[in-house]
């Protein structure tokens, strides 16, 4: 049996953990530079406030409401994440962190419940009990149907935030119930094409041709069949396979009119992307960078986009950092005020089957990246930097409402006085 878990709104309901006063009132969450809401809690949805909303738009109905407003506090979701994996880990055999508030477990011995659901309530009771967290469980046999009962749970009356798929009744109930675009693995794009062939629910997905579903569209999609059907088609290694492109890239707190800034912004997130790129064990051969100003000003908009490939592939950030100055001098123009800027890297391989050329010289040193790494994992982002990069603090995004990082913060754990 399998369970996807996920929390509720993550990042508002992160923010009520350390602060009770904030739980039985409307709480949003802003994206980078206070730009979108990313995240509405249970209480702020049931005002009509809506995801990936631009902040702005919605400023007065937030304001009307007594809403608060709070910009993301990474640090904070990262820790009470890892609580959170850690406790629903004590029910598992084995678990796979899908993302920052959501993983799968999977129960291979004897059930140590009366029931799943019991099961599932047990999990979700803990959670809320040892980390403050509003969680949802869902059960299947497979993995796309534990994301079909999550979405049960999350979505359909009458689940209060448990739902189990162990019978073919409910199999067939619930999936009846699901736009064939809320199936695990069907985009938007994808689901526009079944509804041509008259496929809208996820039941109708289900009873179709595994062999004409590969047919007519990939492996993919036949797995997913198979899998609505109870055939375990997805391991663990298929749940997110390795990224084939990585960006980083983000808007700037305070517009950029200086070269110098715009090459420390770019450093940052060269280590951003290359961390990723390590964490998946991979090498790039070829990196794209880009700024641009805002499509909004008052002057012609301006964007400037440059590939730089690597004659041997890489995974160390100071190859990559390295070649940005060259890069900079082509992409910036005097005159423009940025407003974003990012590297994307754009061609991956695996590090395990690259070939390597007896002629060319590789200048990675593993190593130290490995050291980079472990130093930043332990005690944070930044702890060690690229030298280049900069100690100015003026790229540094926006965060306005940012709340205290109770959890990671020696001077903001909370006083409690009795």
């Known amino acids: 049996m399998y369970f996807l878990c996920d929390a509720s709104g993550f990042y508002s309901s992160a923010e009520k953990v350390m602060r009770p006063d904030l739980r039985n009132k409307p709480v949003v969450t802003l994206s980078n530079n206070d730009g979108c809401i990313v995240a509405v809690c249970p209480i702020a949805k049931k005002l009509g406030i809506k995801k990936f909303v631009p902040y702005f738009q919605v400023k007065d109905l937030i304001k009307k409401h007594g809403v608060v407003v709070t910009s993301s506090n990474y640090e904070l979701y990262h820790s009470l994440s890892t609580k959170m994996m850690d406790t629903i880990s004590q029910f ?18 004897r059930l140590s419940h009366d029931s799943w659901l019991d099961l599932g309530r047990d999990i979700r009771r803990t959670v809320w009990k040892e980390v403050r967290l509003p969680v949802g469980a869902g059960g299947g046999i497979t993995p796309t149907l534990a994301k079909a009962a999550s979405h049960a749970a999350k979505r359909i009356p009458g689940y209060n935030g448990v739902a189990v798929i162990d019978s073919e009744q409910e199999r067939i109930s619930i999936l009846k119930q699901m736009d064939v675009t809320d199936v695990w693995g069907i985009g938007s794009r994808l689901g526009r094409k079944l509804n041509l062939l008259g496929i809208h629910t996820a039941h109708q997905l289900s ?3 595994p062999a004409r579903m590969r047919k007519q569209f990939s492996i993919l999609v036949e797995n997913t069949v198979r899998e609505l059907n109870g055939e375990i088609r997805i391991k663990w290694d298929d749940v997110r396979p390795d990224k084939q492109q990585i960006y980083s890239t983000r808007t700037f707190g305070a517009r950029v009119t200086d070269k110098r800034d715009l090459h420390n912004a770019l450093v940052g997130h060269c280590e951003s992307a290359m961390r990723k790129l390590r964490r998946q064990k991979s090498l790039t051969k070829a990196i794209t960078v880009f700024a641009s100003n805002s499509p909004h000003d008052d002057t012609a908009y301006y964007r400037k986009s440059i590939y730089h490939p690597f004659p041997v592939p890489t995974m160390d950030t100071r190859i990559v950092t390295k070649a940005l100055p060259a890069i900079i001098d082509k992409i910036f123009k005097p005159g423009v005020c940025f407003y974003r800027c990012g590297v994307g890297i754009v061609e991956i391989i695996p590090a395990a089957n690259y070939q390597a050329d007896l002629f060319s010289i590789n200048e990675d040193n593993p190593k130290l990246m490995n050291v980079l790494d472990a130093v930043n994992d332990r005690y944070g982002k930044s702890t060690l930097q690229v030298a280049s990069k900069g100690f100015d603090k003026k790229h540094e995004m926006k965060r306005q409402f940012l709340t205290k990082r109770a959890t990671t913060r020696w001077s903001d754990i909370p006083i409690v006085k009795c």
């Open 92 to 109: 598992a055999d084995d678990i796979y962190v899908y993302s920052i508030d959501e993983l799968f477990a999977r129960f291979d011995t």
């Open 207 to 209: 009873v179709q041709s």
